[in-house]
Nanobody, 126 residues
Framework: QVQLVESGGGLVQAGGSLRLSCAAS????????MGWFRQALGKEREFVAT????????YYADSVKGRFTISRDNAKNTVYLQVNSLRPEDTAVYYC???????????????????WGQGTQVTVSS
């Protein structure tokens, strides 16, 4: 059982950037598809980005494509989400998740993921 802990969130002005981190412990993430999701107030949790086992494939929601970048460092047991050109509509709690199934970056459903962190708040002001 792996534990996931997100960090790096905060308050930023529109157009700014943050680097979110997801540190795993209790097991390796080498054979886990990793993803980021977010949940805004009053809304359902939604897909943001995923990355395959070795990092060779990534997949993004249309709303963040070209602005966000997911990456992983398996040696450090850590996954990252670089968020650039932030907009007020990006305001949400961002969650790291792990999928112990196939190495598929195209998986986008909340129910496909087995492990979740507690989330880190990103607030974008205008």
């Amino acid at each position: 059982q792996v534990q996931l802990v997100e960090s790096g969130g905060g308050l930023v002005q529109a157009g700014g950037s943050l680097r979110l981190s997801c540190a795993a412990s209790g097991g390796t993430i080498r054979y886990l598809t990793m993803g980021w999701f977010r949940q805004a107030l009053g809304k359902e949790r939604e897909f943001v980005a995923t990355i395959s086992w070795g990092g060779g494939s990534t997949y993004y929601a249309d709303s963040v494509k070209g602005r966000f970048t997911i990456s992983r460092d398996n040696a450090k047991n850590t996954v990252y989400l670089q968020v650039n050109s932030l907009r007020p509509e990006d305001t949400a709690v961002y969650y790291c998740a792990a999928d112990g199934g196939v190495s598929a970056a195209t998986r986008t459903r909340v129910g496909d993921f087995d492990y979740w962190g507690q989330g880190t708040q990103v607030t974008v002001s205008s």
